[in-house]
């Protein structure tokens, strides 16, 4: 038959992925059966139903539910600021490299180091969250790495006046920096959403890795795989 | 005796499940067949050019990152491109394998988006764009661990890149190159063979190449029509002179042509990130002397490079501030656009939504 | 001649309420139940066709609500993702969701149309579907009446919807309804001759329109005695229903839900309801005609076998859903009085002369039969699919699928152009 062969090939594909497995991330809960449960919960199958029945039954019934945390890059730039009050100066740098200008500061003389000249003391330091667009041309510019993206995108509110992050906002709120232009923070092998880090030492400062560090890191690896390669090609 | 008809004036609405973006049409029937069409645009125009004038260079990354908001890397790198020229900045070598790989990544993520949405066009109701978005999604994962963002990515700057990959990025993209053939054939499998999909795009909406060279038409659009014109290969910038890739070229220039010649490059964007890959060495991603806020010699500069929809390029005017005096975008959404008309008469009512998706146009490029 | 006590629910409905010395419940064998006096057969026939139709109606709306689940989920897995699975177990209350959402939306009537059309439009439209029900045997001695014209009953109700269409383009008034209402009526009217048609082989077979009698014919199920009228019905059945890839009067991506573009609320839910009410039904027509009815193995219930049949043509129909874009109105047109009502004719002929050979064939003569049959059906479609296949004019396109890969430095423009 000529016409149909395309078209039963056509079914074909849809058939098979009928019976393969779903690729749906269900956020932010997904229904388990009585053996995801039993994986979800730690114990084997048969350890659920006689010590847990009711959930067993909840399982088969499709009332079971386990939570599911989407995954994300170590460098994705969420909703949110992590902002360390203690470097910060004042120095307004991250509100003229917005390209929005979203970001408010007024600083107040700050009464110490008279002798070099005034620091400055912040008064207001306001991000509206609801205009950003998470560019991070902020944390960019930031010279003393006060400034950085956070991690979290769970920030929905009820008032846009509630998306202004303001200067206690800032300091109140769990810090998960992201590690988007903070090389250092990579190279510490942290991850934004296992711990939040207030100790700022643990924070670093960005400098730009050199490049004999680079040599070393990247080298290193490369030769592990080129080892592998020559063993392939070494038993043929 | 005839029978007395009347054409009927429709408007197909800025607000249409079909129109990619928003877009107006106003489209003349008789019966079924299309007599006339007017474009109407300028839905989404943001103002992006007359932005760009108050924004610094680096800031008006953000920008064009927008335009085409389905392939902001080549948009990125098009745009970087015409600032190193303008200010003549050599970028650091790794850098540039870095915003090859990003810019081939982009480009199988946009044309995934244009064959998905053919389809769905066409009345596939869904199956092959859950198919295409599905691959989409790996690529936006690794966009994520590349620069943190999935669609507007940001991620390229006068020099070079903004930040090196992170460790995690090269194995997330060997599996991803592993997997994505098997996955592009089952695709072409789902459609190719597909009498309905020959019956409905075969000869129509055909274009031949003089017609599309005097329109300036570029892009895979072109090449469907047997014309081998690829900036990549012409004008090469960047290192494409240092991978080898094909150009898929159709014959035909219908509907179905310029599809498939999207699905052929998708392959060989494949080979080329394959070979960047292997070429790519370590180093600085940006060279150290290249200030935080560039301030160019007075002077212009155009590169056009090759983004999925066609040239794409930004012609910068420099007066030595901090922000440049003038930005022209050459939008190839826009500029293929304007075949419009021509391609629509004669054509059916069901046939010119399947001819403006095979056209594969972004209307944040086309208002800008 | 077919009686009403042929169907078990007449049966105790009646017996149970007439009274207890009902003649014909004596003469059946049942002894009334006795809840009305005397002289009053006449209510209780009355109470039990009201009982029969509640019955009859709930159980096809709350099918219709599984299939609106079911064909959700089936949808999502054939393209490789969960179906609606949050609302209650396993999503089953999704429907419900989605009738109390149609329920809540504002009721808007567009200024322009006409009103008494628009409101008419999806009572005419559920009507019919609901009306094949009445015929459809749902198993042994499960129908709720057993007209001997049932086939015929079931052709003219199902003409009705091409009427709804029109008053629903009509009334709302706008240009896109107008598009897809032209384009509808147009497809539906031409797709009801090889509906027809197809299915006179099978009544030339079982001798009679009454579908119960169908089924008892069917000691081999009919889609194997008559393969081309199957084909062919089915086909003409997903064009009726409007279901891709014969959508076109809803062409989500062209004219944004055509006809039912002005209906909000629970007007549309009357035409959703409709159309998978017409779906289930066409399926029950189907499994009744062509694939055995309730004929099946033994221990399990009757009733099982016919919904098990009936939900694997619904499976059929969707995955077909899933996996095909959607034809042009012109190409629906010449397939169908180019293609399939030719191939209906050729049935209709080879089926007359089959029966000229052996009149009221017994098994063996129906399996001949079939034989001769399935030879005809594939060299035929072979045929038609070679005369009015997708054509490569050499001239002008061609080369429908040749892609070549380039990688010289050879001039871009071909011989003649510029540079």
């Given at each position: ?5 395309g078209?039963?090939?056509?079914m ?5 992925t ?9 956020y932010?809960?997904r ?13 084997s ?5 006689f010590?847990?029945p009711?959930?067993a039954?909840r399982?088969v019934?499709g ?9 994300q890059?170590?460098?994705f730039?969420?909703n949110?600021?992590?902002w ?31 002798q070099?000249?005034?620091?400055y003391a912040?008064d207001?330091?306001?991000?509206d969250t609801?205009?950003?667009?998470f ?11 006060a ?16 998306l ?16 988007w ?5 990579e ?12 100790d700022?030492?643990?924070?670093g400062?960005?400098?730009m890795?050199?490049?004999e560090?680079?040599?070393?890191r ?5 030769r592990t795989?080129?080892k592998d ?6 038993e043929? | 005796?005839?029978?007395?008809t ?19 049409m106003?489209?003349t ?53 015409s ?26 993520a ?7 949405f ?11 764009l859950?198919l ?6 790996q ?10 963002a999935?669609?507007t ?13 992170p ?15 098997a996955?592009?054939?089952q695709?072409e ?9 020959q019956?409905?795009?075969?000869g ?6 003089q017609?599309?060279i005097?329109?300036?038409?570029t892009?895979?659009m ?10 990549r290969?012409?004008?090469?910038y960047e290192?494409?002179?240092r ?20 699905i ?15 070429q790519?060495?370590p180093?600085?991603v ?6 935080a ?8 500069s155009?590169?056009g490079?090759?983004?999925p929809?066609?040239?794409l390029?930004?012609y ?6 901090v922000?440049p005096?003038?930005?022209k ?25 399947v ?5 594969d146009i ?7 | 001649?077919p009686?009403p006590f042929d169907?078990?629910l ?18 059946n ?6 809840l ?19 019955a ?22 054939f ?7 949050r609302?209650?177990p ?10 109390v ?34 015929v459809?045997?749902?198993g042994?001695g499960t129908w ?5 014209v ?10 009705a ?31 009801e ?20 009698d169908?089924?008892?014919a ?10 081309l009228?199957f084909f062919v019905?089915?086909?003409?059945s ?35 309801l ?13 499994t ?12 399990i ?17 969707v995955?077909?859903r ?34 000229l ?17 399935w ?6 479609v072979?045929i ?13 396109s ?10 010289s430095d ?9 540079d």
């Amino acid at each position: 038959m000529v016409y149909g062969i395309g078209l039963a090939k056509g079914m074909s594909v849809t058939l098979k992925t009928l019976i393969g497995p779903a690729f749906t991330v269900q956020y932010p809960d997904r229904r388990v059966g009585v053996i995801g449960a039993a994986r979800a919960y730690g114990m084997s199958t048969p350890g659920l139903i006689f010590k847990r029945p009711i959930k067993a039954i909840r399982a088969v019934l499709g009332f079971e539910r386990v939570e599911v945390r989407p995954t994300q890059a170590a460098r994705f730039r969420g909703n949110e600021f992590t902002w360390y009050e203690d470097r910060c100066t004042g120095c307004a740098s991250c509100a003229k490299y917005c390209p929005l200008g979203i970001i408010k500061i007024v600083t107040l003389p700050g009464g110490t180091n008279v002798q070099e000249g005034e620091s400055y003391a912040i008064d207001t330091f306001d991000i509206d969250t609801g205009r950003c667009m998470f560019c991070a041309l902020c944390v960019e510019a930031c010279p003393y790495d006060a400034l950085h993206m956070g991690s979290s995108f769970e920030r929905s509110n009820y008032q846009r006046m509630s998306l202004v992050l303001s200067k206690d906002d800032l300091i109140a709120q769990p810090k998960h920096p992201s590690t988007w232009f903070r090389p250092q923070m990579e190279d510490q092998d942290y991850s934004p959403f296992g711990e939040t880090l207030d100790d700022i030492k643990k924070a670093g400062r960005h400098e730009m890795p050199s490049v004999e560090d680079l040599t070393q890191r990247w080298v290193e690896d490369r030769r592990t795989d080129v080892k592998d390669d020559s063993d392939e090609k070494a038993e043929d | 005796m005839p029978l007395k008809t009347e054409p009927i004036t429709i408007n197909v609405g800025p607000q249409h499940p079909s129109t990619h973006g928003v877009f107006r049409m106003r489209v003349t029937f008789d019966g079924e067949e299309v007599v006339d069409v007017e474009p109407i645009f300028g839905y989404l125009h943001r103002g992006s050019e007359k932005l760009a004038e108050s924004r610094t260079y680096t800031q008006v990354v953000t920008l064009t990152d927008r335009m085409d908001y389905v392939s902001s890397m080549t948009n990125n790198l098009s745009y970087i491109l015409s600032v190193e020229q303008l200010a003549g900045i050599e970028p650091a070598p790794r850098g540039v394998w870095l915003r090859m790989i990003a810019a081939e990544l982009q480009r199988i993520a946009s044309h995934l988006v244009a064959a998905g949405f053919f389809f769905q066009d066409l009345g596939a109701l869904g199956t092959p764009l859950i198919l295409t978005m599905r691959e989409r999604e790996q690529i936006l994962e690794l966009f994520e661990r590349l620069c943190g963002a999935r669609i507007t990515a940001s991620y390229m700057r006068p020099g070079g890149v903004f930040m090196d990959a992170p460790e995690d990025f090269w194995p997330a993209l060997n599996r991803f190159l592993d997997d994505m053939p098997a996955h592009v054939d089952q695709f072409e499998e789902l459609v190719s063979g597909n009498e309905i999909v020959q019956a409905r795009c075969d000869g129509v909406a055909v274009v031949d190449s003089q017609t599309l060279i005097d329109a300036s038409v570029t892009g895979p659009m072109l090449r469907a029509s047997g014309v081998d014109w690829d900036l990549r290969h012409r004008q090469p910038y960047e290192y494409y002179d240092r991978v080898t890739f094909n150009r898929p070229l159709a014959t035909a220039s219908d509907n179905y042509a310029r599809f498939i010649v999207r699905i052929h490059e998708i392959r060989e964007s494949l080979g080329i990130i394959r070979q960047c890959i292997e070429q790519i060495e370590p180093g600085p991603v940006r060279p150290e002397t290249v200030p935080a806020l560039i301030r160019p010699p007075v002077g212009d500069s155009y590169v056009g490079t090759e983004c999925p929809k066609g040239e794409l390029g930004f012609y910068l005017v420099s007066d030595g501030g901090v922000a440049p005096y003038r930005c022209k975008v050459r939008a190839p959404s826009f500029i293929n656009l304007t075949l419009l008309r021509e391609m629509l008469i004669g054509d059916k009512l069901a046939d010119m939504f399947v001819t403006f998706g095979s056209i594969d146009i972004n209307m944040g490029e086309v208002d800008r | 001649m077919p009686s009403p006590f042929d169907s078990i629910l007449y049966k105790y409905v009646y017996c149970t309420l007439s009274s207890t010395g009902d003649a014909e419940c004596v003469g059946n064998g049942l002894f009334g139940g006795g809840l009305l006096p005397g002289g009053l057969e006449w209510l209780a026939f009355l109470l039990t066709a009201v009982i029969m139709v509640a019955a009859i109606i709930n159980g096809v709306l709350g099918g219709v609500l599984l299939m609106i689940w079911g064909e959700r989920r089936l949808l999502g897995r054939f393209q490789g993702r969960t179906g609606p699975n949050r609302w209650g177990p396993f999503g089953l209350l999704t429907p419900v969701a989605d009738a109390v959402k149609t329920m809540f939306k504002e009721d808007v009537v567009p200024t322009v149309s006409d009103r008494f059309v628009f409101t008419l439009a999806p009572i005419l439209m559920l009507f019919p579907a609901l009306l094949i029900y009445a015929v459809i045997p749902f198993g042994a001695g499960t129908w709720m009446a057993d007209i001997n014209v049932a086939l015929l009953f079931i052709i003219a109700i199902g003409g009705a919807n091409v009427l709804a269409i029109l008053a629903a383009s009509l009334g709302s008034g706008n240009r896109y309804a107008m598009f897809s209402a032209m384009r509808a009526v147009a497809m539906l009217i031409s797709y009801e001759i090889p509906l027809v048609i197809s299915l006179i082989g099978v009544l030339m077979l079982s001798g009679s329109l009454s579908l119960v009698d169908i089924v008892d014919a069917q000691t081999i199920p009919f889609f194997i005695v008559q393969p081309l009228g199957f084909f062919v019905f089915l086909i003409a059945s997903m064009a009726e229903l409007n279901r891709t890839p014969f959508d076109v009067a809803e062409a989500e991506s062209e004219i944004v839900a055509g006809y039912m573009t002005d209906y909000s609320s629970m007007k549309f839910g009357l035409f959703f309801l409709a159309e998978f009410a017409a779906t289930i039904a066409t399926s029950g027509v189907i499994t009744a005609v062509f694939l055995g009815g309730w004929h099946g193995f033994d221990p399990i219930p009757s009733q099982f076998w016919f919904v098990a049949k009936m939900v694997a043509v619904l499976t059929v129909i969707v995955w077909i859903r899933a996996s095909w874009p959607r034809l042009r109105i012109d190409q629906i047109m010449n397939f169908a009085w180019k293609a399939l009502f030719e191939l209906t004719l050729i049935n209709l002929v080879v089926s007359g002369v089959l029966l000229l050979i052996w009149p009221s064939p017994s098994t063996t003569e129906l399996w001949y039969m079939a034989g001769i049959n399935w030879v005809v059906f594939l060299v035929s479609v072979y045929i038609f699919g070679r005369v009015l296949g997708p054509k490569h004019d050499p001239v002008r396109s061609g080369n429908f699928q040749d892609v070549t890969l380039s990688n010289s430095d050879a001039p871009a423009l071909p011989a003649g152009g510029r540079d």
